[in-house]
């Protein structure tokens, strides 16, 4: 069950997502939290493609810094 803190919390996820025309991107490692929220849930050379693809001025990667690196790079 979601609590009145966990609402408030996405709802500003969401809202910067929306600012700052983001993804998020999680490795399926991360915690149900985190995968719930993530707009994309995979591993790391499949986020890295997804981000590659993806037209999002910024990504969010919810994994370690390599998959970071990796993104990047393929963007």
Do not use: P, W
């Not at 490795?27 to 985190?34: C, F, G, M, R, T």
């Not at 790391?44 to 990667?61: D, E, H, P, Q, W």
């Not at 919810?62 to 963007?75: K, N």
């Amino acid at each position: 069950m979601l609590t009145e803190s966990d609402l408030t919390t996405i709802d500003a996820i969401n809202r910067l997502r929306a600012e700052h025309d983001a993804i998020i991107l999680a490795h399926n490692y991360q915690n149900d939290e985190v995968q719930a929220i993530a707009d994309f849930v995979g591993d790391s050379l499949a986020l890295s493609r997804t981000a590659a693809k993806n037209t999002s001025k910024t990504i969010v990667f919810c994994g370690v810094h390599f998959m970071a690196e990796s993104a990047a790079i393929l963007s």
